[in-house]
Nanobody
């Protein structure tokens, strides 16, 4: 019954911005999404940004992404600025507790496609 739901994906022009949202629902009200990941075809899933005890970003996003959270709404956001075609991927959110280097809960993903 645990459910994380991402939204905000779609087709974007290069250079434009987009904000992704991830919210827990149902019986997951006590589960706070805290990280964003992405996976492009033929490539491994990678951590993009996390907001736990501190905020961390992957070097690959090159300062273009901002992660925020609203604990009262059980929601985490990913603001993506100056998007490039190379950023096209399925973006997933995740929630703790941490399991090794991973996360206990995952959303189903939202597709972000950046066209030149």
């Amino acid at each position: 019954q645990v459910q994380l739901v991402e939204s905000g994906g779609g087709l974007v022009q290069a250079g434009e911005s987009r904000r992704l949202s991830c919210k827990s629902s149902g019986i997951t009200s006590n589960i706070r999404p805290e990280a964003w990941h992405r996976q492009a075809p033929g490539k491994p899933r990678e951590l993009v940004a996390s907001i736990t005890s501190d905020i961390n970003y992957a070097d690959s996003v090159n300062g273009r992404f901002i992660i925020t959270r609203d604990n009262a709404q059980n929601t985490v956001y990913l603001q993506m600025n100056s998007l490039r075609p190379s950023y096209s991927a399925v973006y997933y959110c995740s929630a703790g507790p941490r399991v090794g280097t991973g996360w206990a809960y995952w959303g189903q993903g939202t597709q972000v496609t950046v066209s030149a």
